[in-house]
């Protein structure tokens, strides 16, 4: 129940949506003073210039249970600092957005579309086409977007409301167990760091398109070193670096789209009409049976994985409540358009038995395969050059989502203090240089063979992908269930329309597939090194968690309990700007060209 004494009543207002005069000031004040006479009247963050909304007035009695959070119910005076971080609100504690909120949304987009186009698609498409054919590798790849789209949903939801930087991986925590949230956000890190290595090994494997006498490894250092530097000055820079290398790939597929429509209808060396002709020949179109069909699961998880990364950029979002939700609704059906209708040009211009797919020591992009249909050489070239900025760009998200993490870690008690520490930028500049050195397993590539290598990292990676999924949909089902019973679906900037569905069916599905994709690690016969490469991380993480808890005695959060307050961005009602673009033509027609860009 309220509390009926108005001493104790706040009038939270984050921030103002209309140009308020003098006379608006004195109205305003005057409704207060006659709703509490002698309350303190709470203006966080306001402007002239800014958009006003009015939630609903809170009193002490309805503020989560603050006896349950003893740091809920202590509020301070507002802050905000010179780049637009919050250090604390009224009746919204802050505990982790401490991070300068730099990136537009321009750059959140192209970077929710570049942190998924990389090396899992330009490289990760070749083993998948050769170990299980044209039609495995379609409908895997299918199944896991479908999987990843309604995960997303999920993960939009709470990421609006929580715009922070550890995401999904402090979620976990919240939401669930702290122990799981342990476990998660050191496994997803891991993940990030690994990644990175992945993508500094497949440098060496696109380099041997030109030559086989340069060293590798150098160029793997350079491009480490581009990494870090990129990563440790400003997030300004990461985020202009990320998005017109996001751009050139998008540009690049559409490119290859078009050109390998033309292949497939004659425009070839062979000046032959290709059609469906490769998906009938030996094997195809499902290659090496149910174990083949299974193995390409877990390279179509490498190739998405990435896009649940995009949340973490919310914790340097401008605007996250309105920008996340776009992001969430609009890219991801841009992403699948790309991955399903290049994966189809693939499977029908290039036989599954093309030399170079799937080598020990080598591998040959597919995509640059089909340039080379057209018979030219310098096509060829110019999309292996593509494919390796791609590789710069997957690297660059990989160590900015790991390097925000292992912040959050630090953050949470979860990690050495130190891992906090922000230069002059607010970049966690030790977090940058703990993830990046994870990096020099690219370095075994010389032992290994870069192909074998590259091979255990993206299985790593990918199984580690799906087991964050699953816990997306596991805190999701608990975050609605908490948000119901305690009364605040109201204030949800975005609303997944798949619950309870969605987030059951991607617990469900993901789990199947972390169980039966490792059947490629038994046949034809029994490979102990992939078999380990495939469920190392289901062992890790249930270590980790197990460790943890009785550690420290966690408990699983009561819904009544859960934390639905700190670094939160309530959804309050919509501003003139809001109602004039859904009204108005020229609103209508923004809204249409946001969508293109």
């Known amino acids: 129940m309220p509390d009926e004494n108005p001493d104790n009543c706040i009038l939270p207002i984050d921030s103002v949506s209309l140009d308020l005069g003098l006379t608006h000031w004195t109205l305003l004040t005057c409704i207060c003073l006659l709703l509490a006479p002698s309350s303190h009247l709470i203006v966080t963050g306001v402007r002239r210039t800014q958009i006003m909304r009015f939630p609903p007035v809170f009193c002490n009695g309805d503020l989560h249970h603050s006896s349950s959070n003893p740091s809920i119910s202590n509020f301070e005076d507002p802050a905000r600092d ?16 401490k991070l300068a909120r730099k990136l537009s949304a321009r750059q959140v987009q192209m970077i929710a579309i570049g942190g998924t186009i990389g090396t899992g698609l330009f490289l990760g498409t070749g083993k998948s086409l050769a170990t299980g054919g044209p039609a495995s590798m379609l409908i895997a790849y299918a199944i896991v977007g479908f999987i990843v789209f309604i995960t997303m949903l999920s993960l939009g939801e709470m990421a609006a409301f929580v715009p922070i930087a550890g995401s999904f991986c402090t979620f976990a925590g919240r939401f669930v167990d702290d122990a799981f949230g342990f476990a998660l956000t050191w496994n997803y890190w891991f993940n990030d760091a690994v990644s990175m290595a ?40 990461y985020g202009e670096l990320e998005y017109w290398l996001s751009l050139l790939k998008v540009i690049t597929i559409v490119i290859f789209i078009v050109l390998g429509i033309a292949v497939n209808c004659g425009a070839n060396t062979e000046h032959r009409y290709i059609g469906g002709h490769n998906w009938f020949i030996g094997d195809a179109p499902f290659v090496g049976g149910v174990g083949g069909f299974a193995s390409v699961f877990v390279t179509a998880a490498f190739a998405y994985g990435g896009t649940e990364s995009i949340a973490i950029t919310a914790g340097e979002t401008k605007d996250p409540a309105r920008t996340l939700p776009r992001v969430i609704r609009n890219v991801f059906w841009r992403i699948l358009l790309f991955y399903i209708l290049s994966v189809l040009i693939l499977g029908l211009n290039v036989p599954y038995t093309e030399p170079g797919l799937n080598e020990r020591e080598t591998r040959t992009s597919p995509f640059t395969l089909v340039f080379q ?37 630090a953050i949470a008690r979860h990690a050495p203090k130190f891992f906090s520490t922000l230069n002059r930028n607010q970049v966690p500049w030790i977090a940058v240089s703990a993830t990046s050195a994870i990096s020099i397993l690219c370095f075994g590539a010389s032992f290994i063979g870069a192909g074998q290598l590259w091979t255990w990292l993206q299985n790593i990676v990918g199984v580690s992908n799906q087991l964050s999924w699953i816990a997306i949909g596991i805190a999701s089902l608990r975050f609605r269930a908490a948000i119901k019973i305690q009364g605040k679906e109201h204030l949800l900037p975005f609303k997944n329309w798949t619950y309870p569905w969605g987030p059951w069916l991607s617990v469900i599905l993901n789990s199947l597939l972390v169980l039966v994709q490792g059947w490629s690690s038994f046949s034809p016969s029994f490979s102990a090194v992939t078999f380990v490469s495939l ?14 808890k009785l550690l420290k005695r966690t408990r699983v959060v009561e819904l009544r309990e859960m934390d639905l307050l700190t670094d939160t961005y309530p959804a309050e009602k919509l501003d003139l700007a809001d109602d004039f673009e859904k009204t108005e033509w020229k609103g209508r027609m923004y809204r249409v060209w946001r969508w293109i860009l």
């Open 535 to 548: 469920y190392v991380e289901l062992l890790i993480m249930l270590v980790m968690y197990v460790g943890w």
């Open 198 to 237: 992945s993508d500094l090994v497949a440098l060496q494997l696109i380099l041997q398109y030109w030559t086989t006498k340069l060293p590798g490894w150098g160029l793997s250092l350079i491009f480490w070193v581009l990494l870090i530097a990129a990563n440790i000055v400003t997030v300004r820079i």
């Open 82 to 97: 010179a780049n637009g971080s919050e250090s604390g609100t009224a009746n919204h504690p802050v505990a982790a957005d």
């Open 373 to 409: 249909m057209v018979g030219s050489t310098a096509a060829g070239s110019f999309i292996n050059a593509v494919i390796m900025t791609s590789v710069l760009s997957a690297g660059n998200h990989a160590l900015f989502a790991g390097t925000r993490l292992l912040y959050t870690l």
